[in-house]
């Protein structure tokens, strides 16, 4: 637990510096930013691969119980989303992701490309509340609609002193060390238009929502915790698969891994749908 305590507080500390080049390129109020995970956490005996703990949901990584497939959504888009919303009965489905951002960004989905999932964005807005969209109907059964995912420190052990062992954190390295990097080039050439939205979406690898604006008391999110009181956060995020590659390639394509191949991590297969060129 202090390698994966220590690796969310590199998490956050490198959110800080992602804000800060955001802020510093004049980007941040035209950008979207949509920060969740894949899955649930690793399960504690595979070595130090992703290990957290599900709080007071069932089952990790690996099970369909909400452990899983139930994890966190922050959405920031400044001027369009309400600052410190947050929504504990819509549902949102990973499959909702890529005609949801189509649609935020004027950007229409190619005719022979068809999604499972649909344009949420009116919920992200909160231009209409308490919502499940179709897609995500079923997952209506799982777990209590009213149940907060809060992870009080009696929960998890007590983790001391997190900073001085960052250098020890293996598989949950932060992705986003590089990011601010590739920023400036990547940004602004997806469009120099004022009008469109940019689209930033951060996911985080096999991780339960450890962070302050989530009741988390073990260790301190400044930086995530800052984007949820100027965001949305949604209590009833679900991803459609809980394994990493087949979830991304859903949340990616706007259809389910088993309709285009890739529900046994990789892509291809007798049942896969044509991809738009």
């Not at 929504?87 to 489905?93: A, F, G, K, L």
């Not at 209590?235 to 390639?249: G, K, Q």
Request: proline share 7%.
């Amino acid at each position: 637990m202090q390698v994966c305590d220590a690796s969310i507080t590199d998490l956050d500390t490198q959110m800080e510096r992602l804000f800060a080049a955001l802020d510093e390129m004049k980007l941040a109020d035209n950008t979207i930013i949509f920060f969740s995970s894949d899955n649930g956490p690793e399960d504690y005996r595979i070595g130090y691969a992703g290990v957290g703990t599900a709080g007071p949901l069932r089952a990790r990584k690996r099970s369909m119980d909400e452990g899983g497939i139930r994890t966190f959504g922050l959405v920031r888009w400044p001027g369009h989303t309400s600052a410190g919303r947050r929504d504990e009965s819509s549902v949102t489905n990973g499959v909702d992701f890529l005609p949801t951002v189509c649609k935020l960004a004027d950007v229409n989905v190619p005719d022979n490309l068809k999604p499972d999932g649909g344009d949420v964005s009116d919920i992200w807005l909160g231009k209409i509340t308490s919502v499940t969209p179709p897609c995500a109907r079923p997952l209506k059964r799982l777990g209590r609609p009213r149940m907060a995912m809060k992870f009080p420190s009696t929960q998890r052990p007590s983790t001391q002193q997190t900073r001085p062992i960052l250098t020890q954190s293996r598989e949950m390295k932060s992705t986003l060390t590089d990011l601010t990097a590739i920023l400036p080039g990547s940004l602004h050439a997806a469009g120099e238009s004022a009008q469109k939205p940019k689209i930033l979406w951060l996911i985080a690898e096999d991780m339960s929502p450890h962070f302050g604006c989530h009741g988390e008391k073990s260790i301190q999110t400044p930086d995530v915790d800052m984007l949820a009181a100027r965001g949305v956060l949604f209590e009833r995020a679900f991803v459609t698969v809980p394994i990493c590659s087949p979830s991304r390639s859903a949340l990616l394509t706007g259809m389910y891994q088993t309709g285009i191949g890739a529900h046994h991590r990789q892509a291809g297969g007798r049942n896969r749908r044509a991809f738009a060129q």
